[in-house]
Structure formats: structure tokens, C-alpha cells
């Protein structure tokens, strides 16, 4: 108990100084310090200290000046590359459909690289790529979401000032590692940190304030929320699963260390989307998830209740959905500060509140079925989970982080294997082993170029006509460089390999009648 | 081959007859006892599939270079695919095609899977509802085939999850082929030619009768033999940036963006994400609500609920929606900016998809769309069409349209 006590009081610190976060900023002079390493592959530095890891980027330094364009320099990165962004107004959309990049904005006497829809842009950044960095920007007034990923895993969006981007503030969606941490964000319609369809993530140290929705954890596996100051927003902390989704779990969700004060903002969400129905003053909202820890947070302030543990039929109108299990299982409520909720609460809540005969709000209110514990129960105020059990679950501190102890690797392929990939993906469509089909047969090419994949690789890149009978070969030069040599290596070799059947391919008889004729 | 010759001229004079009286002629046939000889069965997998020592082919692409989180085969651009179907020996493949474009399994002889499915419109049939037997109107616009090996939703509605129950649908629906599975088998098992290509495709005996199932089996083989990842977006995403241009590009990023939310559904790499979802567009006029899959599941909740389309060749697969009210990508894009539950009609309460909103995309911002789908359009694996079919029936290759 006396340790929770010492982390709630550094936690006050932090959260009133999420403005620490630039210390990453580096420091004086006329160049600023470059970015630490990446916290992905250590556990993050907030518990662990100075988080000093190799280096992050590993290639060129591309900088990018007020007036140049963000996105022509992503252009011209590779992998490994850091692009540095100087202070000015940037109206554009960038996105990253490349590994391994990091963006950063610098600071100068106070000044950011701003990212300024207008109102009129969709998106600020949007990635695809794995590894991406994203660090230090403002971001301001587009109309879609400030910071958008689709799947790229290993990806890191810290000390972003974001606020009026539409939507979501920041949305990394589909990705697997990542971590959102000392951002500072409002003023969002729906979540202002959405983590959708996500494994192993940290979401820490940001302050979000003016939203909709704080942050959402939806449709998540291992999710630690953790030392963030959530206030002034519609609700607080939402983890819940949406029916309708591809991937169909939301669990393993802790939530911890947090502020969660005040959330009484009026609901200006767009009608039609699933925040719309949120009632203001709602503090935390776990609906359908599954083994959800909530501990050491100061719940507060919050006017409708504290914390609501749900299943499918709170909120929103929306279609059934068979593949999902609507009932939240395993809802651990460890100690936490509850205080001031529920003054104001909504009807149904309030008639749940005369039936008991209370005067007072809800800390924690159950709606529907669910399953759970409570440690400390006669601490709160409390409707509708008298079924949940005493807790006897330990402290969530044994978890310090639900980030990967290395970075996710994509599939590590043979170049073989890369090549027969491509060659039965792409190749197969004209050429067979030992028949005519559109291009020669792969026999006739092994006879051209035996022990030259080099240059039976550049022919693919770069095709002359070469003969009557066949019609001119397109080229190949979307394949990458090393998928063109994996490619030719592979062709040479087919026949050769001890699998008989390998090579016995082509299309129809009937083609291959017409092309004997 | 003057053989062969000779006996497909002799069967243009049948199909020429065909053409006014198409049953009784498929009669005059069999009772004849004609059949074009000289059917084998492809002995090497289809493009996009390696041969295994055990005589099955397995899929084999790009994107199998990466992974999906949970497996689910849903993200972004470097993303694998969602599980596929394959397995099938390249006899079976083959036998299926013959089976997909033989009018043999309809009732009476003049519809075939590739009427609602031609290869050469997407494997749709650019018709707003797809026609059946005896010229029967159906109630929805039949979907295109290609990538089927990696769905596990089928029909509009979602009411199969396997491509042979899928089929049983159209085969035995009176307004579609018309048959039944005996009379459908009596048919096969009459036909020598098929006799023996089933035999070799099942190893089995030739005296043995032709089996429903062995029937699913073959065109399941061959619809999951249609696949089409190659487009120039592929090329973009495997890493090559110059395959689309910038309006692609602009279109690409509206796509995604999460004013339009189109990847939200239609989510890369398949350009569905397989679920079920209530838009509201609007029937063709004078025609009632239909219901979607309320019609399924009984649930209220999915009144109107159709499954989420892939959008791989869609610029192939005009008219659009399920009862192809849009005729161009155009008109359909425009729909998802008109206002939510704009189509809606009176008195309805559809509990409409979160995504459905107001995105007020522009003019311009529609046209980016509709470029970039474009973008989506790969059929360097098409298959070959065969010029005839063991029943000596015309095909869609043979340019003679049954009556109808």
C-alpha cells in the first residue's frame, strides 16, 4: 500500500508535467540533439531510467526547412533514415509507405514544425511502413486524424502536440508493437488516442483533454494505459470491443497510474458514430473485453460514474455480430482513488440509485452480464456488480510493459524461397517449364543464362525483343533489386531440385494445343 | 486435328438449332449420342500455384513474404492475405473449368456458372440483377469470383461459408439453373466423356457414378484458381512507388484516409475485411427493401446488412451494390458523401454502419477515388475459356447466346 502511495504522488509530478517529455528535445545550440534510441527495445524508460539504446535511425539525416515539403523528403529516404523537420507551417498530407523511418520535428526557442490542415486537408500522417517514428510534431486542424497507421508494426509517436485533427487524434490500427506516449492532445471529435485492432501496446504519459474520448483500446490484445492525465473529455478510458470487426478480441488491458478527472465535456461526437451515445461524465468504460486490470488510478470528478463495466448492450446502435462474445470476462478492479463521481449521473442511473435508496453516485456501476472482482469493494460506491468476487489477483506491477522485449520481425524468407514466390506469383502467368505458354519455357531460359542469374536478373529489370515467336516481355522493374536476383536464381534452379514435381507447371491443355498448332 | 475440326463444325450446325429450341435439341444430342471426343485434363497447376509431389497445388504469391496481426489477414500494404483455399489436384482444377463453363448443369441446358460469371466482365455479368433460366430476373447482382480462395463469406447476404454450399445456391435455385442434384447427376453420368474426366480427376473407377459432391469439388477447385494480385497497386505495395501515378497516389491516400474510411471495410490486402454492414444505398426503382442478411439471421440489428465486397477488379464489375443500383465507381463512390441514411426508405429503421457518415468529400476527391480503383485491376491470370464442352453444349466462348 505504501508503494502505491509513493507511485500515486510521483505519478502527480508526471502528469503535471507532461511537458517533461521535452527533454528529448535536446538542448541548445544549433543542432539540436538528435533522438534517443528506441524505448522498443528496452522497457521504457519511465520506469527504468535514461532508456539510453542504440541508436534509432541508422542511415541519412534528411532536413527539411519551412517552406520545402515533408513529404519529398520521404520520398527520398530510405530505410534508416531521419528526416528533421525545422520550425514552420507545414499544409500537407505525408505518408509512409516505407520501413524504417523516422520523422522529427525540431524545436527552437519554443518554435514547432507544424503540420496545418486548414481545415481543408483529410490527414496529417498517414504510414503503412514498420518502425516508423514519429516525434515532436504540432499538428493541427485536419479534418480526418492527426497520426494514422495502417499496420505498421514497431512504431513509435511520442512528444506530438496534436489537437483540432477531426476524427482521432492519433490511430495506429492494425500494428503490432508500438508505443504512444507524451503526447498531449484535444479538441477530437471521437477518440483522441484510438488504438484499434492492436497487439502489445503502450499507451503512457500523454495528457488528453477537450475530446469526445480519451483513449479508446478497441479490439486489443495486451494494452497497457498507463501514467496518462485524461480530463475534460465526454469519457475517460474506453476498452471495449465493436462488433463488426475483423479481428474479434479485446483482452489482456491494463489500466493503471492514470488521472482520470473531470471527464464532463458536452458530446460533440458526429451523430452515427459510436462515441455519439457516450453520456458525459463517464470516467472509464470497459464493454465486452476480457481481463481488464484496472489499478492505482485517482478516478475523479467524473459527474455521470467512475467506472462502467458493460457488455454489448450499453451505448451505441450498432449490428449483432455472432463471431463476438458480447460479456466481459475477468474485469480485475485493483486499488484505486475514487472520488467525486456519479453527482450528476444519467437517468437510468439515477433510477438505479433510488431503487438502493443512495444518495450518493456510482465510483463503479455494472451493466449486463459480466464477470470480475472488486478488491476493497466497501471502498466504492457501487451498482449492479455485487456479483463480482473479493480480488485476491496480485498487483499488475510484476507487468512493466506489454512491448515486445525486441522489436517484431517481419518473415525471415530464404532467397529461394523469396524467388519461388515471386516466380509462381508473377512469372507463372507466361512461362511454364518445359511448354510454350506466352514466354518461352523456362528450359529455354535456363539454356540462355546458365550461371548468369546476374544477367538473367537485369534482362528481367530491363527486357529487349529478342524473339519472333514471342511477344516482348514487359518489364519486371517494380520487383525490387534483390527480388529480381532471388527470382533468377530460382528459375535457373528449378528442375535441378531433388522435388520432381516442382517445374511440371503451365496452364490448360487447350493453349497449349494451340501454341503446338 | 481434321478430326477435331470436322466435329466442331458439325456441332455449330447443332448449336445453330440450339439457339430456338435448346432442350429439346440437348435431347437430340444425347439420345444421338454425340459428344465431342478428345477432352484431357491439365496436368499442371494453374498460374500463381506450384505442383506438390502429392499432385496438389498450393498457392504460392508475394505476399505470403509477410504477416497479418492475429492472422487475420486484414491491414495494410505489406500485409499477408487472409487463409487461402488450395489443395486441389490440377485434374480437378481442370474438370472444374470444363464444369463452370458447361450449360450442362442447368435444367435445360442453357445457363452455365460463366452466364452470371464471365471471365470476360470480371466474373460477373454486368447486368444490375443477374439473369437465370426461362429469362428469370434474380433479386441481386451476381458477384465476382476473383480471389474466392481467400473469402469465407459468400452471397450477399453471407449465408454460406464454403464455396461448395455457396454453389448449391444458383444450381438448384428454380430462377437460376434449375436442376436438382438428380437430375443434374442422371445429366453427368449420362455423358461419357464425363464418366471418364471424373474418374481421372477422383482416381477412381469409370464405372462408378459421378457424385454431387465430387461435382463441388471440381468447381470449387476451379473458382479458387482465379486469383488476381498483381494489379499496379500490388506493385506499389511490394515496395514499387512508381507503379501508380500522383492522382493514384492522392486517391490512394483519400482511400484510407479516415474522412472517406473506405480501407475500414474495404481493407488491403483483399479490399474487404469479410463482415457484414449496413450502408443503406438505395433498390432500383419501384423495387421493396431487401432485407440482406435480416433474411438470414432473423436478427433485426442486420436489416439490410450485405457483406463487404472485395474491390480487386471492381473496375471490371460494373453495375454496383447488391442490386447494381450504380452503374459506374463513380455514382457509387458519390452515394458514401450524400448524407447518412439519405437512401433510406420511409419508415425504415436501419441501424446503419458507424462509417456511414458525412465525409463531404469533394468532387475531386471522388475522382482520385475512382482512379485509384482502377489501379486495383490484375487478369494476367485468366484463365482460357475452353471452345467447347464435353456436353457439346454452347459456352459463352462459342458467341451463340442461348434464347432466352
Known amino acids: 500500500m505504501k508503494k502505491g502511495v509513493v507511485i500515486l504522488l510521483s505519478l502527480a509530478v508526471f502528469g503535471l508535467g507532461v511537458f517533461l517529455g521535452s527533454r528529448f528535445l535536446g538542448g541548445k545550440g544549433s543542432t539540436p540533439a538528435l533522438p534517443y534510441g528506441s524505448p522498443l527495445s528496452s522497457v521504457p524508460d519511465s520506469l527504468q531510467g535514461s532508456g539510453e539504446v542504440a541508436s534509432f535511425f541508422r542511415g541519412q539525416i534528411i532536413e527539411v526547412k519551412d517552406g520545402e515539403s515533408i513529404q519529398e523528403a520521404v520520398g527520398k529516404a530510405n530505410p534508416g533514415d531521419l528526416i528533421r523537420i525545422y520550425p514552420g507551417t507545414y499544409h500537407e498530407t505525408v505518408y509512409i509507405d516505407k520501413d524504417d523511418i523516422s520523422v522529427q520535428g525540431v524545436r527552437e526557442d519554443g518554435e514547432w514544425a507544424t503540420l496545418d490542415g486548414k481545415g481543408e486537408l483529410n490527414d496529417a500522417i498517414l504510414y503503412s511502413g514498420n518502425g516508423v517514428l514519429i516525434e515532436n510534431m504540432k499538428i493541427m486542424n485536419y479534418k480526418g486524424n492527426g497520426i494514422m497507421g495502417q499496420a505498421g508494426n514497431n512504431f513509435v509517436i511520442r512528444n506530438n502536440w496534436v489537437f483540432d485533427t477531426g476524427v482521432y487524434g492519433i490511430f495506429p490500427e492494425f500494428g503490432k508493437n508500438g508505443l504512444v506516449s507524451h503526447n498531449v492532445l484535444s479538441g477530437i471529435e471521437d477518440a483522441a488516442i484510438y488504438v484499434g485492432m492492436c497487439d502489445n501496446i503502450d499507451v503512457r504519459n500523454n495528457e488528453v483533454f477537450n475530446s469526445v474520448a480519451g483513449i479508446e483500446i478497441e479490439n486489443c490484445r495486451y494494452a497497457l494505459v498507463e501514467d496518462n492525465y485524461i480530463h475534460d473529455n465526454t469519457g475517460g478510458i474506453l476498452t471495449f470491443i465493436t462488433p463488426g470487426l475483423p479481428i474479434k478480441t479485446c483482452k489482456h488491458v491494463i489500466i493503471r497510474n492514470n488521472f482520470v478527472m473531470n471527464n464532463n465535456h458536452v458530446n460533440f461526437g458526429q451523430e452515427g458514430s459510436l462515441v455519439a451515445s457516450l453520456p458525459r461524465g463517464t470516467g472509464i468504460i470497459v464493454m465486452a473485453a476480457d481481463s481488464v486490470y484496472i489499478e492505482n488510478n485517482i478516478i475523479a470528478g467524473n459527474n455521470n460514474v467512475g467506472v462502467v463495466v458493460s457488455d454489448l448492450s450499453f451505448g451505441a446502435q450498432i449490428s449483432k455480430d455472432a463471431e463476438v462474445d458480447p460479456t466481459p470476462e475477468h474485469v480485475v478492479i485493483l486499488d484505486n482513488v475514487m472520488m467525486n463521481n456519479g453527482s450528476d449521473p444519467v437517468d437510468d442511473v439515477k433510477l438505479a440509485m433510488a431503487t438502493q435508496l443512495k444518495k450518493t453516485g456510482p465510483d463503479l456501476i455494472g451493466n449486463g452480464k459480466s464477470t470480475g472482482c472488486i478488491r476493497n469493494p466497501q471502498a466504492y460506491t457501487s451498482f449492479g456488480l455485487g456479483h463480482f468476487t473479493q480480488c485476491d489477483a496480485p498487483s499488475t506491477s510484476s507487468i512493466k510493459s506489454y512491448l515486445l522485449p525486441e522489436p517484431y520481425k517481419p518473415l525471415e524468407l530464404e532467397t529461394m524461397e523469396k524467388g519461388k514466390l515471386a516466380f509462381y506469383g508473377v512469372c507463372s502467368g507466361c512461362h511454364a517449364y518445359d511448354i510454350n505458354m506466352i514466354g518461352p519455357p523456362v528450359q529455354v531460359i535456363q539454356a540462355l543464362y546458365k550461371d548468369n542469374p546476374k544477367g538473367l536478373a537485369e534482362y528481367i529489370n530491363n527486357p529487349v525483343k529478342k524473339r519472333d515467336d514471342y511477344p516482348e516481355m514487359p518489364p519486371q522493374n517494380y520487383l525490387s533489386e534483390e527480388t529480381r536476383m532471388a527470382v533468377a536464381e530460382y528459375v535457373l534452379s528449378i528442375g535441378q531440385m531433388a522435388n520432381k514435381g516442382m517445374g511440371r507447371y503451365s496452364y490448360h491443355s487447350e493453349e497449349l494445343k494451340e501454341k503446338s498448332e | ?404
Open chain 2, 1 to 404: 486435328m481434321k478430326l477435331i475440326t470436322g466435329i466442331v463444325a458439325l456441332l455449330a450446325v447443332g448449336f445453330t438449332f440450339l439457339q430456338l429450341r435448346p432442350s429439346a435439341e440437348m435431347q437430340l444430342l444425347y439420345t444421338n449420342g454425340i459428344e465431342p471426343q478428345g477432352f484431357e485434363l491439365n496436368c499442371n497447376c494453374p498460374p500463381g500455384f506450384e505442383l506438390t509431389d502429392g499432385n496438389t497445388c498450393e498457392s504460392r504469391n508475394m505476399y505470403q513474404m509477410y504477416a497479418s496481426l492475429e492472422e487475420k489477414g486484414v491491414g495494410g500494404l505489406k500485409t499477408a492475405l487472409p487463409e487461402v483455399r488450395d489443395g486441389f489436384s490440377p485434374q480437378q482444377t481442370d474438370l472444374g473449368r470444363y464444369l463452370f463453363f458447361d450449360p450442362i448443369l442447368s435444367e435445360d441446358g442453357t445457363v452455365s456458372c460463366a452466364s452470371c460469371h464471365d471471365p470476360k466482365k470480371g466474373f460477373s455479368d454486368g447486368k444490375a440483377q443477374s439473369v437465370g433460366i426461362h429469362g428469370n430476373v434474380v433479386s441481386r447482382s451476381a458477384p465476382s469470383l476473383w480471389n474466392v480462395a481467400y473469402m469465407n463469406r459468400f452471397f450477399w447476404d453471407g449465408r454460406a461459408n464454403l464455396l461448395e454450399e455457396q454453389m448449391k445456391g444458383p444450381l438448384y435455385s428454380e430462377h437460376e439453373m434449375g436442376t436438382t442434384p438428380e437430375s443434374m447427376l442422371e445429366r453427368l453420368n449420362e455423358n461419357n466423356t464425363y464418366r471418364q474426366l471424373f474418374a481421372k480427376a477422383f482416381g477412381r473407377n469409370a464405372d462408378e457414378t459421378i457424385s454431387d459432391t465430387e461435382v463441388y469439388t471440381a468447381i470449387a477447385a476451379f473458382e479458387c484458381s482465379l486469383v488476381s494480385l498483381n494489379s499496379r497497386y500490388d506493385q506499389y505495395a511490394h515496395g514499387f512507388h512508381e507503379a501508380l501515378n500522383e492522382q493514384e497516389i492522392e486517391g490512394m491516400n483519400v482511400f484510407r484516409s479516415f474522412v472517406a474510411r473506405c480501407a475500414e471495410c474495404h481493407t488491403p490486402p483483399l479490399f474487404t475485411n469479410q463482415q457484414i454492414a449496413v450502408l443503406g444505398t438505395p433498390e432500383p426503382d419501384g423495387k421493396p427493401l431487401d432485407i440482406g442478411a435480416q433474411g438470414v439471421t432473423g436478427d433485426a440489428s442486420q436489416r439490410a446488412g450485405f457483406k463487404v465486397p472485395s474491390l480487386r477488379n471492381v473496375a471490371q464489375t460494373a453495375p454496383y451494390m447488391h442490386s447494381g443500383r450504380f452503374s459506374t465507381l463513380r455514382e457509387t463512390v458519390g452515394f458514401y458523401t450524400q448524407g447518412r441514411g439519405h437512401a433510406v426508405p420511409e419508415g425504415e429503421k436501419l441501424i446503419l454502419h458507424w462509417h456511414i457518415w458525412e465525409p463531404e468529400l469533394t468532387d475531386h476527391e471522388l475522382d482520385l477515388l475512382v482512379a485509384f480503383l482502377q489501379t486495383l485491376t490484375d487478369e494476367s491470370f485468366m484463365p482460357m475459356i475452353p471452345k467447347q464442352v464435353p456436353s457439346g453444349l454452347p459456352t459463352i466462348a462459342s458467341n451463340t447466346k442461348p434464347s432466352v
